[in-house]
């Protein structure tokens, strides 16, 4: 083995011998002998780890054949399956859970950085990766895998070389946050902002923050917190927070702070002890501007210079599918920010639209926001009234709240309800419209970025 290796193709072998949910195993794994970990048979490949979780809809230890036609070295299941090179164990989901909790103990040396939020919490975590890389061997969550499944399997990939490991912890219901959280113990952390998702299992704002802030369950006396101090949340617990501190902000008074924001949100000056350094984002927007402050207040903890810090942050180019501007014939602009959706991100991705771009016209085509429980109908209405205030001129919806949208619409604004992402076509033709911005925006179940397709792009 290469003096580059995973640390749990190591430490795998102790951990089952000592697991205490094991109930049997076949003697003849070779603990060692495998490629990567998987829980999709799907990606499978020759001599990978396949560990078959359990679900409502479905049953992992029903694609062991498939795996094993495909070359995997073993598996592990919670239901015998009579085949060889089996693990089984009382639970799948405990098994990779407490597995990972397993391989970062007594690994002194590696500095874990845990970030969570309502918005923005995967671009910090980029931003943040891409500060930390500018010095260090860097392992981060790829995508969003930050719940109780994706934060593990992003564990498994650690490398002894690894200096830094930096997890986004997501969470829709309570008490996950605090599971993340004690699996990965992180020493640095930081909460985005608290907004307005998923609120169909956590009910409000306030709950939110309560499940957010158990990011810091199990810190210690080294540990430190990055705080917002402009979400009004964060800032009371600044008071009461026992542990090291760092704040960033533009509106309140903070150790990090943005000041000389010029219009398009593009570039400002990055306050810190009384020193400035001039930013330039190539991912424009007063969220990317927030995400910058709290990723270089994380970066200052691993001892980097603001020099490479404010490189670092330059040199980060976005993130598809989240407020991506492209450029198109004719002075037109379309903007590509459905990745995600709720009414905080919607109403800032409105107001941007607007303040980047307010020589234009404004077209919006929005789907339905998911995940808002009793509250759904009124976010969708309020999202209505902030076209109204931010000028937008059409609204095209899809999904099932579209008449909430239309309740407090303007009647100078166009609305027109789509059942099918194809139907855009008939009303927006990109070839014949100049001088036009339109923003494209919805919750991830409802695949808005089809709008795309079916405008020819």
Do not use: W
Not at 90 to 111: R, V
Not at 338 to 355: F, G, L, Q, V
Not at 367 to 396: D, P, R, V
Not at 419 to 427: A, C, G, P, Q, V
């Amino acid at each position: 083995m290469s003096k580059d290796f995973k640390i749990i193709n190591k430490k795998l072998e102790a951990f089952v011998l000592a697991y205490d949910e094991i109930v049997s195993y076949d003697t003849n794994i070779k603990f060692e002998n495998f490629n990567n970990i998987s829980t999709d048979s799907r990606h499978i490949n020759q001599n990978d780890l396949f560990i078959a979780l359990n679900g409502e809809n479905f049953k992992g230890h029903e694609f062991v054949p498939d795996v094993i036609k495909k070359g995997a070295s073993f598996f592990v299941t919670e239901k015998e399956t009579g085949q060889p090179k089996q693990i089984l164990v009382k639970s799948t989901l405990n098994f990779i859970q407490d597995l990972a909790t397993y391989i970062l103990k007594d690994i002194k040396e590696l500095k874990i950085f845990g970030i969570t939020g309502t918005n923005g919490k995967t671009t910090t975590k980029e931003i943040l990766t891409n500060i930390l890389k500018e010095h260090f061997n860097v392992l981060a969550t790829k995508g969003n895998l930050n719940n109780q499944i994706g934060l593990p399997l992003t564990i498994f990939n650690l490398k002894n070389t690894d200096q830094i490991l930096v997890l986004e912890m997501g969470t829709n219901s309570k008490g996950e946050i605090e599971k993340l959280a004690k699996i990965a113990r992180p020493q640095f952390g930081a909460i985005t902002n608290i907004g307005k998702g998923h609120t169909e299992g956590l009910v409000d704002k306030e709950n939110i923050f309560l499940e957010k802030s158990n990011i810091v369950k199990y810190f210690n006396s080294d540990s430190v917190f990055a705080f917002n101090m402009d979400d009004e949340f964060i800032n009371m617990f600044f008071s009461k927070f026992k542990y090291k501190k760092i704040s960033y902000g533009i509106k309140n008074k903070a150790d990090i702070r943005a000041e000389n924001i010029q219009e398009g949100y593009s570039k400002f000056n990055l306050i810190y002890r009384n020193n400035k350094y001039p930013v330039s984002l190539k991912a424009p927007g007063i969220n990317n501007i927030y995400n910058a402050l709290c990723s270089a207040s994380l970066a200052i903890q691993s001892g980097l210079d603001m020099e490479l810090i404010v490189k670092g942050v330059e040199s980060f180019e976005g993130i598809n599918n989240r407020f991506k501007i492209i450029e198109l014939p004719n002075e037109n602009i379309i903007i590509n920010d459905t990745y995600n959706a709720n009414p905080d991100s919607t109403i800032r991705a409105i107001e941007m639209t607007n303040k980047i771009f307010p020589e234009k016209k404004r077209v919006a085509i929005l789907g339905s926001m998911l995940e808002l429980g009793e509250t759904s109908s009124l976010e969708h209405t309020k999202i209505g009234e902030y076209l109204n205030n931010n000028e937008f001129t059409e609204f095209y919806c899809y999904g099932n709240n579209s008449l909430d949208y239309k309740k407090n619409l303007s009647s100078n604004i166009k609305f027109v309800e789509i059942t099918d992402h194809s139907e855009i076509k008939k009303y927006i033709d990109l070839n014949s419209i100049k001088n036009t911005v339109i923003l494209v925006k919805g919750s991830r179940g409802m695949k808005m970025e089809r709008i795309f397709t079916s405008l020819g792009l």
